[in-house]
């Protein structure tokens, strides 16, 4: 109102809409932006985000294709269409994508990163190599590259390789918790407790406050059907995580497959009750009943 010829008011309220999520308001508003300042790049993200978001694949498509064509110097426009192509899962389209950004944007990390993730879901692994490889070579004190290589490596199963991998990804980043997480995975996976175990604990060492370490020891736990220590490991998970819903959901499991049914339906009941918007814990009761 007070200074009608400036784009920031109607930006603040694309802002308050796109914070709220409502995606319809989203397109309402960005699209009087995009008739008040045609020259701006802003309108042509927000309106592809927010028809990508409702699902409107062609039209975010459109505000893309827009954005790359009047902006070619940005990049936003091309990332835009590969995020679709991303969420349709059509890989063929987010390959053809990232060819165009890495040729004129060559020194982001990002179209590495998502080219050789785009051959890997079409399981043309040595593609996707190429691609980490390229990405640690330009990249080197980056960690997505070595990521990458241990991601193709789950992929295909290959348990060996993955644990080689990861090791190389710790010795390179070894303040990085990933490394122990998926080398606990791994030996979980070949039935090796004893070291699954003591990777997850260097985990919790490393990093006592998130929750993947005692995460790993439960899924450990339950893989040898060990519900005795699933039990207490649950329990010291939901004094440390009281917001996740999945400490109440191992230990009602853990309840259960004790033949303990009224502290199973207790965690289920109390998993429904804190988080109303999750299915588990009415699945949960279900189960037990």
């Given at each position: 109102e007070k200074f009608p010829t400036m784009h920031q008011g109607l930006?603040?309220?694309v802002n308050v809409a796109q914070h709220q999520k409502d995606w319809q308001?989203?397109?309402?508003?960005?699209?009087?932006?995009?008739?008040?300042?045609p020259n701006l790049w802003h309108s042509y993200w927000w309106l592809g985000q927010a028809h990508k978001n409702l699902h409107q694949y062609k039209q975010a498509q459109g505000q893309f294709t827009q954005l790359a064509d009047k902006f070619p110097a940005m990049h936003h426009g091309y990332q835009g269409l590969i995020e679709v192509a991303q969420q349709q899962q059509d890989w063929q389209q987010v390959i053809k994508h990232t060819k165009t950004l890495q040729a004129k944007f060559p020194n982001m990390w990002q179209g590495y990163w998502w080219q050789g993730h785009a051959y890997k879901n079409l399981r043309q692994y040595e593609q996707a190599e190429q691609q980490f490889s390229l990405l640690i070579e330009k990249f080197p004190q980056m960690h997505q590259g070595y990521e990458g290589m241990v991601n193709i490596a789950q992929?295909?199963?290959?348990?060996?390789?993955?644990?080689?991998r990861a090791?190389?990804?710790?010795?390179?980043?070894?303040?990085?918790?990933?490394?122990?997480?998926?080398?606990?995975q791994s030996y979980k996976n070949q039935y090796q407790y004893a070291p699954a175990y003591a990777e997850f604990e260097k985990l919790?060492?490393?990093s006592p406050r998130i929750h993947q370490g005692l995460e790993g020891l439960i899924n450990v736990s339950q893989h040898e059907n060990d519900w005795q220590k699933?039990?207490?490991?649950?329990?010291q998970f939901i004094k440390q995580f009281p917001h996740m819903w999945q400490g109440y959901w191992w230990l009602g499991h853990a309840h259960k497959n004790l033949a303990e049914y009224e502290q199973a339906e207790q965690q289920f009941a109390h998993l429904m009750k804190a988080f109303p918007q999750n299915h588990y814990g009415i699945q949960g009761l279900i189960d037990t009943a």
């Open positions: 930006e603040g309220m308001k989203t397109i309402e508003r960005a699209t009087i932006f995009q008739e008040k300042f992929h295909q199963g290959d348990q060996k390789v993955i644990i080689e090791t190389a990804f710790r010795e390179k980043f070894p303040h990085m918790w990933q490394s122990y997480w998926w080398v606990g919790i060492e490393l699933t039990a207490e490991l649950s329990k």
